[in-house]
């Protein structure tokens, strides 16, 4: 659960830089939201691997 805190806590810091490479074209803002969803698709991943673990341990 702790890890989907972490996932919900980065889209919500992604998103003012979503919004200003989408509607100012800012491109380093881009550059941020890149690196935010790369950590974003580790954190699931894990997050996925954790809720795979946990199923087959039952």
Do not use: C, H, P, W
């Amino acid at each position: 659960m702790e890890k989907f805190e972490k996932v919900k806590a980065l889209v919500a810091s992604i998103e003012t830089d979503v919004e200003k490479f989408y509607n100012a074209g800012n491109a380093a803002a881009g550059t941020r939201v890149r690196k935010g969803m790369q950590d974003l698709k580790v954190l699931a991943q894990e997050i996925r691997s954790e809720v795979t673990e946990k199923k087959n341990a039952k």
